[in-house]
């Protein structure tokens, strides 16, 4: 450790959660991450990474790896749900890479997640699986008595450190700490499943994501690796929650996180259901052929009941910050939580290097906050864009309404698109993205891809 080194101490080992270890660990910091799981790398709902993420992927020294085991879309296609037939179309490939620097990827989740876990590993991150938090105190009394920020787990272990990042998903255990807000829904249930290319029919197993989009539902197809894996989602919005819905402000029983360990069954807690497979069914039964016979082969065991929340005012408290779904929880038809989790990341990092020893966390963090609120908060009301109906069709390769969310956010590339900032160990306190506010088709099918 150097001499402005900090401890900290990353609850959940997740997308975000190991992304930032390894960006803090490479800025010389000495970091443990605190899994609930037995161990890393479980597996998920394979993720598509915008040029936005694989920015970061890059300047972390990982891209390499993430290319050797993900596969690259050649062009993304926005299908009506009830006639199949084609809105829009979005250019993926070497355009996009020209354009923002880095490619969009499509990787399993458990495979990014691994190299995410390999990484930390090499950069001397303290991997600790099997230690699920339940509590975060920063108060003077543990703090005296414990040097820091103290997490403690069940079972009666205890972790202190100069900064805590909770990166535990949209029911972090540090949400209390940043204000009111639980996580909430609204009604929007999703399937899911990997399907081999060989249950496809060859104009199905193409190296392109499809996502066919109606107004309570949509369906999406898209490569884990070309002509071999293909993962599949159907999200839709239950006509049975507003029936069964807990209270506003009461916690969603078996509500589900992305991982393998926190998905759950459509259940509120209340013995009433939601989002059932006869509601999928119904959801989709005028849907096109293809989406139908798709939706019909997907696990029906289960549900994931997408969480939804507030912006929180706060991201931070004292040495607390949260990050990903535990400040942001999107849902997945936006296709950017990971993203936006590796955003935050990455803006840690940079807050954090120049940080002039455990004394300065409490600025930095601030910093942090002042950096990335304001994008996030707009990623996440983005989703609006997705209901409104396309007006007028882009060339495939006109990227003006994706540039404000695609383009990278750090390094030398970021400055190109309007954001005040720099390469990671620059200490950006502020980030403005200033072109591309246009929210036209390819506004609504970049939420998608
Ligand atoms: C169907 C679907 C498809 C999606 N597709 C995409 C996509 O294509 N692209 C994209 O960018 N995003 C996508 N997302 C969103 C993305 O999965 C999430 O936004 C992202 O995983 C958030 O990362 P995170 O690190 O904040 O949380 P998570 O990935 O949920 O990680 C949280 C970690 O914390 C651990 N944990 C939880 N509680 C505790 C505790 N008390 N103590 C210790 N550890 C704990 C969990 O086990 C987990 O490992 C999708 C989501 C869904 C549901």
Redesign the pocket.
Known sequence: MGVNAVEIIV????????TAALALAQGGHRVQV????AR?A?P???????PN?TAVLSLLGLLDHVLDLGSRPRRALLRELGSGAELAELDLGAPLTARYGTPYV?IG?ADLLSVLADGCTDADVELRPG????AVDQSRQASSVMGGAVVS?AGGRVYAGDVVLA???????ARGLVGRGAPSGEGWA?Y?GAVSADALAPDEARDEVVAWMGPDAHFTR?PIRIGEAYEQ?A?FRSHQYPLVQPSPLGPLAGA????G??QGRADTGSGQEWGGPDELAEAFSLAAAPVRAAVRSLRRKRC?R?IDRAPLASWTNGRIAL????VH?????????????IEDAAALADVLRDCPGPRGVQDALAGYQARRAARAIRVARARQVWESAPQARRAPDDYAASDWLYAPQQGRLASGFGVRSAAFGCHARRVIVGRGRGTQPFGMIILLT
């Open positions: 609850i959940g080992g997740g997308i975000g959660g190991l605190l899994e609930r799981a890393f479980q998920g709902p394979a993720l598509r990474l915008a993420a499509v989740r230690r699920a938090a339940i787990c990166a535990d998903g949209a029911r972090s255990v999703a899911r898209y989602v999200v589900a996180s992305p991982g360990t926190g994931l997408m990050l990903g779904d535990a929880p999107m849902p997945g038809y936006l296709a950017q939580g990971a993203c936006q989790a």
